[in-house]
């Protein structure tokens, strides 16, 4: 079965408090692994498209790596802005569509 | 560009009542879908629809049903309310197919009570 995991369920950082939020999966045929952010009352907005392992992109304080087995979003030097909810997905399923994990909510404290 | 819509924002029903969620974009997708978003669980795709005149099911689609007569328009329509039903709606789109980047309303919040 088709299936995203992703941990922590929540994790708290103090300004500044590097750290990295993980992703794994295991779908029958990876065709690309995407990184959203959710904030309180919105629509996940579309950060990262990975597509084969090895990968990696950047935006700012974040960095999203791949491997056959799992993704990593990695937050250097986080700020209060940067609190949200993460959201991994892949897509690897026979339809096609997204698979989605629970998501991490990161918290920054100033 | 005011990108994905959805209406209502925010929706209260009771059991057996029935209510359409209305959904738009204006950026040309011919891929649009529905996700119900619960506390403790992942988006859950509901149903979905890679052009006008095509639609197909998701992983969680009874009770829903949906149409795609234009290419800007996916309404879900509710046909009797239940309270397992009370969640969080998203619809989204994108312009390359099930796989691609998605861009997401704002979601409409549902109770049935």
């Known amino acids: 079965e088709d299936q995203v995991t992703q941990s922590p369920e929540a994790l708290r950082l103090q300004e500044g408090e590097s750290s990295s939020l993980n992703c794994s999966y295991t779908?029958?045929?990876?065709?690309?692994l995407f990184w959203y952010r959710q904030d309180p009352g919105k629509g996940p907005e579309f950060l990262f498209t990975?597509?084969?392992a090895g990968e990696e992109k950047e935006k700012e304080r974040l960095k999203a790596t791949l491997t056959k087995k799992e993704s990593f979003l990695h937050i250097t030097a986080p700020k209060p802005e940067d609190s949200a909810t993460y959201l991994c997905?892949?897509?690897?399923?026979?339809?096609?569509?997204?698979?989605f994990g629970k998501g991490t909510k990161l918290s920054v404290k100033p | 560009n005011a990108g994905v819509t959805q209406t209502p924002k925010f929706q209260v029903l009771k059991t057996g009542q029935s209510m359409t969620l209305q959904c738009a974009q204006d950026?040309?997708?011919?891929?649009m879908s529905w996700y119900r978003q619960d506390p403790g669980m992942g988006l859950r795709l509901i149903h979905y629809?890679?052009?006008?005149?095509?639609?197909d099911q998701g992983e969680v689609p009874n009770g829903y049903n949906v149409s795609r007569s234009t290419t800007e328009d996916f309404p879900l329509r509710l046909l009797s309310a239940a309270p397992s039903q009370t969640s969080v709606y998203f619809c989204?789109?994108?312009?390359?197919?099930?796989?691609?980047?998605?861009?997401f309303g704002e979601g409409s919040r549902l109770t049935v009570l």
């Open positions: 997905a892949v897509d690897g399923g026979s339809q096609g569509n997204l698979i």
């Open positions: 779908v029958s045929g990876l065709r690309g």
């Open positions: 990975l597509y084969s």
């Open positions: 950026m040309n997708h011919e891929y």
């Open positions: 629809s890679v052009g006008a005149g095509i639609t």
């Open positions: 989204a789109s994108n312009t390359g197919g099930p796989g691609g980047e998605l861009f």
